[in-house]
């Protein structure tokens, strides 16, 4: 029972730690980003390889996952950022399928479709809730801070964030950055804990999930991403059986979000002591009245 | 010399000549408007000096240096302000983030600040906190700073607008249409709050303006432009008695 | 051998014409990238082969069939999942969004109700080929390339020489002005998703004929909108070009360079096209009015 929690609390680190770079990226900053899995990819395959060819350090393969992610979505964002949203959002769809062709195709790297096997499992929840929890903090405090508000006028408005002086391009090409050292350092936890990667890991199917956590939870709050990142990679698991049916209960939920509410589960709440107080204040003047409602209506 | 210097600009869209060869001047300190009917091409002036368009030909000089081509961005941190014929402001945000989102000379901390929480980064969010709620005041908004933008009534958009505009600390602040849609009270309320910041910030003002008792009442210097062209500059007085605006504005007489 | 894979190439792009033309329709309308114009697509192509597999229908009650259901299917997927938004006046984003829910409903809906196997039509033309000269055409080819030529004959006519058409056309260059002249936006909406989702039904069922039917099809959209960027966004005639330029150099790089890298080119024409020359082949520039 044990192990099967840490398995799971796992599971939803690793998928946390791709959703926080998405919900910056595309809740925080507005750019759709389709192809999350070809981050995840790379991340996962250039970790792997460097412990497995090059027997570095855990460390070492960690972070050099997360920097050839982080370094490609400068290339790809470079002409797809200045453009309209839909050619960016084309642009990620088309480069996770890229890479996953890449990838099944050189076979003598990365062992084509069969994938690398055998990777030492070296993914303990010692090294990555801390991490996680990290990240997590990290990201919160970038989303506060002045850096965040001009995401978010980018996301909002980008022709009023320019005449704010926000430089709309610079801000895109940031968070799609930090975007893929978030995505590659998942990828390497990912595949030091599942002990082999194969490229049908990384497909749509993936990006989708991961898309679907950031809707869910509410695109302008870290705090939403969070909670659907566990909520969404703890419930299959224990609804394992209608597992063909979720990606159509995830289709259907999402155009529902998007109609009914696209704020999200929870909008722009965010998890401070500010507004965990206000939240408190206002559940006790609920119980309140309702307590008076209750005494009232006896006597 | 001139704060704001516009040669010979002209915008091509395909086949329209949205802007003719226009010419202006303004002189630092003054109020100056542009007038003109519909569809005369006084926003896409506008768009062109604060680099949303680029001019299909002519050149724009601002204190001094060329801005012609620049990115927005760059011409917004020159000193130029703007607000919007639509009201842009960022509806999400609350009311005190509109304006703290463009006050980058106050909160200016880098990027590694902004992943952590340092002294230098509290002390300058204070400041922008500060100034902010300053400005705010300034506009009567200030017991309003928690509300999101989008919820506020329309005459008070526009003055978060003006706010916002101003948290830049620009040199010249172009407003396009500020008084669209507000009746003759809100209409003097602006006024009086033009000539305030005008006064307070020591200011350039351009504007664009359908009203025209605003447009006689505040400007010192009237440019008239249709079809793209310029057609009269003068003074108020001589504005109103020029042939060619009355022809302009309201037809030949028969 | 060359002259095989230029026909291959008109053949494909004739499919990918057929798929941007709605696409780019739909774009130039209402401004968003209608992600879920895919699975019109594959919904026409499992409507074909079920028509002609067991139902027996003949070959043009088939087209006709998923000419209608993809119209009619485009149409209820606006309504559900994108008029709310667009009465709210979402941004842009959430209807990219509401097209990736759809999308990912009907793919996966049919994966499980009707199983990822791989389809193949029946045979019903004659597999030999047809002479021209010296050079050989294979019959299937021909047919689809009449076909494409048809439908996107037939839209340019209703477009450009129908009032409706006009319309619509003006409906594409301001929605809102075409509002208050009298036309009916809602009206102008509908048909105009009728008509991709026709034209995608169409598509469904020659890419069908040519090669397979299975539940991810909707991926061609992707190329629906490479060729929609290479020829230029917003532009219908541009789409065209922009999709038998896909198709024939696409076919190229598959045949000469190496198959599995075909999608790898395509990806890569777009972004070199975007580099390049944004406004696509035939120029097309959007701004936004300030």
């Not at chain 1, 989708?208 to 870290?222: A, C, K, P, Q, R």
């Not at chain 1, 529902?256 to 909008?267: D, K, Y």
């Amino acid at each position: 029972m044990f192990v099967y929690l840490q398995g799971i609390i796992t599971l939803i680190c690793i998928n946390l730690l791709a959703v926080l770079g998405l919900s910056l990226l595309t809740g925080f900053t507005g750019s759709f980003n389709f192809g999350q899995a070809g981050f995840l990819a790379i991340g996962a395959y250039v970790a792997a390889l460097c412990t497995m060819k090059l027997h570095a350090p855990f460390v070492v393969s960690l972070l050099a996952g997360m920097l050839a992610s982080g370094l490609v979505s400068i290339p790809l964002g470079y002409p797809t950022l200045k453009l309209k949203g839909d050619y960016f959002a084309i642009a990620t769809l088309g480069f996770a399928e890229a890479i996953r062709l890449l990838v099944e195709n050189l076979e003598k790297v990365t062992g084509g479709s069969r994938g690398i096997p055998s990777i030492p499992p070296l993914t303990t929840l010692t090294i990555l809730l801390p991490v996680t929890l990290a990240c997590i903090w990290l990201v919160r405090n970038y989303v506060s801070s002045r850096h965040g508000r001009s995401c978010v006028a980018v996301r909002e408005d980008e022709i009023a964030a320019q005449a704010i002086a926000v430089d709309v391009f610079k801000y895109k090409q940031v968070s799609f950055f930090v975007n893929g050292l978030l995505a590659g350092l998942a990828g390497g936890f990912l595949a030091h804990y599942v002990g082999f990667i194969q490229p049908s890991m990384f497909g749509m199917a993936k990006s989708t999930e991961l898309i679907v956590m950031v809707i869910f939870g509410g695109m302008h709050s870290v705090t939403g991403a969070v909670v659907a990142a566990i909520i969404l990679t703890g419930l299959p698991e224990i609804l394992r059986a209608a597992a063909a049916w979720r990606l159509v209960m995830y289709g259907i939920a999402v155009v529902f979000i998007m109609v009914v509410r696209p704020e999200g589960l929870m909008g722009s709440w965010e998890l401070t002591f500010a507004s965990l107080r206000s939240l408190c204040l206002s559940c006790k003047a609920f119980a309140r009245r309702l307590y008076g409602r209750c005494f009232h209506g006896i006597a | 010399m001139g704060l704001l210097r516009i040669r010979n600009m002209t915008k091509n869209f395909g086949g329209v000549k949205a802007v003719d060869s226009f010419n202006c001047n303004v002189q630092e300190g003054r109020t100056q408007a542009i007038i003109g009917p519909n569809g005369a091409g006084k926003t896409t002036i506008f768009n062109l000096i604060t680099g949303i368009y680029k001019p299909s030909e002519g050149e724009i000089e601002f204190d001094g240096k060329t801005i012609t081509g620049h990115a927005p961005h760059q011409i917004a941190r020159q000193g130029i302000a703007r607000t919007f014929q639509n009201i842009r402001l960022f509806p999400d945000f609350s009311v005190l983030e509109n304006i703290q989102a463009a006050d980058h000379l106050r909160s200016s901390y880098s990027l590694f600040h902004g992943f952590l929480p340092t002294p230098l980064r509290r002390r300058q969010e204070q400041a922008s906190r500060a100034h902010a709620l300053e400005l705010l005041h300034l506009v009567g908004l200030e017991q309003r700073f928690g509300e999101r933008a989008r919820n506020l009534p329309y005459g008070h958009q526009r003055r978060l607008e003006i706010a916002r505009a101003l948290a830049l600390e620009p040199k010249i602040l172009l407003l396009d249409e500020p008084a669209a849609g507000m009746n003759p009270e809100e209409t003097q309320g602006l006024m009086v709050l033009i000539q305030q910041i005008k006064d307070q910030f020591h200011l350039t003002i351009l504007l664009i303006e359908h009203h025209m008792e605003l447009v006689m009442g505040l400007c010192d210097f009237i440019t008239v432009i249709d079809f793209g062209k310029e057609i009269a500059e003068g003074t108020p007085e001589q504005i109103q008695a020029n042939p060619q605006v009355i022809q302009a504005y309201l037809g030949v007489e028969e | 051998m060359i002259w095989q894979q230029v026909i291959n190439g008109i053949s494909i792009g004739g499919v990918y014409a057929l798929i941007a033309v709605g696409y780019s329709l739909v774009y130039s309308v209402l401004n968003f990238s209608n992600f879920a114009h895919g699975e019109v697509l594959m919904v026409g192509a499992y409507m074909g082969f079920y028509a002609l597999s067991a139902l027996h229908l003949p070959f043009f009650i088939a087209v006709g069939l998923a000419v209608v259901v993809g119209g009619l299917m485009a149409v209820a997927l606006e309504k559900v999942g994108y008029r709310p938004l667009r009465l709210r006046h979402a941004p842009t984003l959430y209807f990219m969004i509401s097209a990736m829910g759809l999308s990912i409903f009907l793919q996966n809906f049919t994966i499980v109700t009707i199983g990822p196997n791989f389809r193949t039509y029946p045979d019903i033309f004659p597999t030999h080929p047809i002479m021209f000269g010296a050079l050989a055409v294979g019959y299937l080819d021909l047919v689809i390339f009449v076909i494409t030529a048809i439908s996107l004959g037939l839209m340019t006519w209703f477009i450009c020489g129908t009032r409706l058409g006009s319309a619509i056309q003006a409906a594409a260059y301001n929605m809102r002005v075409a509002g208050l002249m009298g036309i009916n936006p809602e009206l102008v909406v509908s048909i105009v998703f009728f008509l991709a989702g026709a034209s995608a039904g169409v598509g469904g069922v020659m890419f069908g004929m040519k090669y397979t039917v299975y539940p991810w099809m909707g991926n061609l959209t992707i190329k629906a909108f490479i060729a929609a960027v290479v020829g230029g966004l917003g532009s219908l005639p541009g789409a065209v070009v922009g999709a038998f330029v896909l198709g024939i150099t696409e076919t190229f790089a598959a045949a000469f360079v190496s198959s599995a890298f075909r999608d790898l080119f395509s990806f890569a024409l777009m972004i070199l096209i975007i580099v390049i020359r944004p406004g696509g082949l035939m120029g097309v520039v959007a701004t936004e009015k300030a």
